[in-house]
Structures are given as structure tokens and as C-alpha cells.
T-cell receptor, first 112, second 114 residues
Framework: SQQGEEDPQALSIQEGENATMNCSYKTSINNLQWYRQNSGRGLVHLILIRSNEREKHSGRLRVTLDTSKKSSSLLITASRAADTASYFCARHSGGSNYKLTFGKGTLLTVNP | DADVTQTPRNRITKTGKRIMLECSQTKGHDRMYWYRQDPGLGLQLIYYSFDVKDINKGEISDGYSVSRQAQAKFSLSLESAIPNQTALYFC?????????????FGPGTRLLVL
């Protein structure tokens, strides 16, 4: 089952605006990762946040993690048309179960 | 990511046919994965392998089999293809020495079963 659930399912914004996507999960995590998928292509890793971290930055990306609420958010600032893609969160539960569980994704459209 | 390659990139087959999708990687990673993606859905894990002698079923392994021929190669077979196996298939790799288990994906194989 897919335990990472993104919200919203789709988001349409204008270039220059910020985009925020949320991810909720149900069980404990070792880390949570965000991936981007351009239409029909393979996923590309964006950023990883560990369970003991609350916020991480990478360029125009900012990820937060609230383990008490079992949720994470991905903020893309000053969006560009090239940011148009689907964004997935993936939960890594750690321990002996070294697998990623992906959510259904948020389709972000950035209009020029 | 050119370090993870998949062949073929597109495949059309008929119900009942056996087909094989192949994945090769030059990243030196020990762990490899096969996922399928259906429109509007996330990725579902079919099989995964943590080393050459290790094969594990994922969420949706029925109707599929795999072979880890070498550390760099992981193939997925559909023994008797059916239309609901029409999907986009991805291979991915990760390094067990990476505590974060970041995965690196191939470009995907688009499969259509008629």
C-alpha cells in the first residue's frame, strides 16, 4: 500500500510564485525523500530529510518535517516553467526494511 | 540518469506472450528494484534485490519474476502478459553504504499489452 500521500494532487501556479506540496504518512520513518518526475521519465532525487531534522534547504527547495504530525512539506520558491513536473514523497522506514514507499504525487504546473 | 539503463524503452506485446525487461547499472550499487507506475498513481514495488543472491517480493509481485544475473544487471519477466500489466516500468538502484537509501532511477520502459 502507498503510505505517503501528497496533497494537493495537482497545483497550477504562475512563474515566480511559490509552490507548496504536502505529504502525510502513517508509520514511523527513518527519513523522508522527495523526488521529481518529468512527464514519462524516471524519478530524480531532490532532497532527503532525516527523522531527527526539522528543516532542510537545497537551492530553491525547502523541506520541513513534523514527525509528531507525520507530515512533510516541500516548498519551491520563485518557481520556473522548468519546475513543471510531478513531485513524490517517499518514506524510508529504516531498520531491516530498506525500502522506499512512494505516494501518488503532486502534479505541479508552472505557467509562463 | 545514464548510469541506469533500461531496455527496451518501449514495447508492445500481445496477451499471453512472455517478455523480459532488462536493467543495467554502472553505479556500482548493490541494491536494485523494479517498480511499475500506472497513470495518476505513484510507484508500486514489484521486486527488489539487495545483492546477487537476494531476491524479495514487493507489493505486487504476482505475474512477475526477476533474475539478478550480476550485481549490475536485474531483469524483470512477465511470464504470460495480460492487458492490466500495461504500465510504465522503472528500474532503480541504491547503495547499502548510503544510510539514506537514495534511489537512482532508469528512464523507464513503456509496456503495452494488447
Amino acid at each position: 500500500s502507498q503510505q505517503g500521500e501528497e496533497d494537493p494532487q495537482a497545483l497550477s501556479i504562475q512563474e515566480g510564485e511559490n509552490a507548496t506540496m504536502n505529504c502525510s504518512y502513517k508509520t514511523s520513518i527513518n527519513n523522508l525523500q522527495w523526488y521529481r518526475q518529468n512527464s514519462g521519465r524516471g524519478l530524480v532525487h531532490l532532497i532527503l530529510i532525516r527523522s531527527n531534522e526539522r528543516e532542510k534547504h537545497s537551492g530553491r527547495l525547502r523541506v520541513t518535517l513534523d514527525t509528531s504530525k507525520k507530515s512533510s512539506s516541500l516548498l519551491i520558491t520563485a518557481s520556473r516553467a522548468a519546475d513543471t513536473a510531478s513531485y513524490f514523497c517517499a518514506r524510508h522506514s529504516g531498520g531491516s526494511n530498506y525500502k522506499l514507499t512512494f505516494g501518488k504525487g503532486t502534479l505541479l504546473t508552472v505557467n509562463p | 540518469d545514464a548510469d541506469v539503463t533500461q531496455t527496451p524503452r518501449n514495447r508492445i506485446t500481445k496477451t499471453g506472450k512472455r517478455i523480459m525487461l532488462e536493467c543495467s547499472q554502472t553505479k556500482g550499487h548493490d541494491r536494485m528494484y523494479w517498480y511499475r507506475q500506472d497513470p495518476g498513481l505513484g510507484l508500486q514495488l514489484i521486486y527488489y534485490s539487495f545483492d546477487v543472491k537476494d531476491i524479495n517480493k514487493g507489493e505486487i509481485s504476482d505475474g512477475y519474476s526477476v533474475s539478478r544475473q550480476a550485481q549490475a544487471k536485474f531483469s524483470l519477466s512477465l511470464e504470460s502478459a495480460i492487458p492490466n500489466q500495461t504500465a510504465l516500468y522503472f528500474c532503480a538502484t541504491s547503495d547499502s553504504r548510503d544510510s539514506g537509501e537514495t534511489q537512482y532511477f532508469g528512464p523507464g520502459t513503456r509496456l503495452l499489452v494488447l
